[in-house]
């Protein structure tokens, strides 16, 4: 019952370089999200999708690219990256039908801390 | 608009104690869900009670309780009986009408004392 697991748990980036930062789940959830959390801080969506092949950007989506090409994989791209992408990334996902109900949360994976020097 | 409002950085209480931690919210949807979310200091996020628009009943979960208050616009969490494994960061989150995001408070630091 693995739930929601991103890989990797640590990467230390140089600007400029990219990355992918990969999520899976296997709880068969349409929707699928990424955060950024930075220190102290709450949580800021990046990106997220309602389903395979879509995806609508979030609060904070310069810098990051995603694709949705199955239920269960929702991989961030980091391009070109900048010190101020230094952050705590969750990935996270839920269920939901069309006109609610809304009572089911978001089960995140355990972080991807990422610094980039 | 900031949709959630968590008012208080940093709670701290006494081992055994009970404990309220605010949160505010702003919609002009009849229909919405609110979360509470435990990050404790190895980072997980950890769901712990819900609360819908429509529940007549605030919601319980063990320790946690919910204090909804619609008309207020607030949603604080209870927690009774403080142990020392409850000292994390505490997030109140609410789902809109379309139910494709979530919004996130800032957070409070809880630290319950021996």
């Known amino acids: 019952n693995a739930g929601v697991t991103q890989t990797p748990k640590f990467r230390i980036l140089k600007i400029g370089q990219s990355m992918t930062l990969q999520c899976a789940q296997d709880m068969n959830h349409n929707y699928m999200y990424w955060y950024r959390q930075d220190p102290g801080m709450g949580l800021k969506l990046i990106y997220y999708?309602?389903?395979?092949?879509?995806?609508d950007k979030g609060e904070v989506p310069n810098g990051y690219n995603v694709s949705r090409s199955t239920t269960e994989d929702f991989p961030l791209r980091l391009e070109l990256a900048a010190p101020s992408q230094t952050s705590v990334y969750f990935c996270a996902s839920s269920y939901s039908e069309s006109g609610g109900p809304y009572n089911s949360p978001l089960h995140f994976g355990n972080g991807t801390r990422l610094t980039v020097t | 608009a900031q949709k959630i409002t968590q008012t208080q950085p940093g709670m701290f209480v006494q081992e055994k104690e009970a404990v309220t931690l605010d949160c505010t919210y702003d919609?002009?949807?009849?229909?919405?869900?609110l979360f509470w979310y435990k990050q404790p200091s190895s980072g997980e996020m950890i769901f712990l009670i819900y609360q819908g628009s429509y529940d007549q009943q605030n919601a319980t979960e063990g320790r946690y309780s919910l204090n909804f208050q619609k008309a207020r616009k607030s949603a604080n969490l209870v927690i009774s009986a403080s142990q020392l494994g409850d000292s994390a960061m505490y997030f109140c989150a609410m789902r809109d009408l379309t139910g494709n995001q979530f919004y996130f408070g800032t957070g409070t630091s809880l630290t319950v004392i021996p």
């Open positions: 999708s309602v389903g395979a092949g879509i995806t």
């Open positions: 919609t002009s949807d009849p229909s919405y869900g």
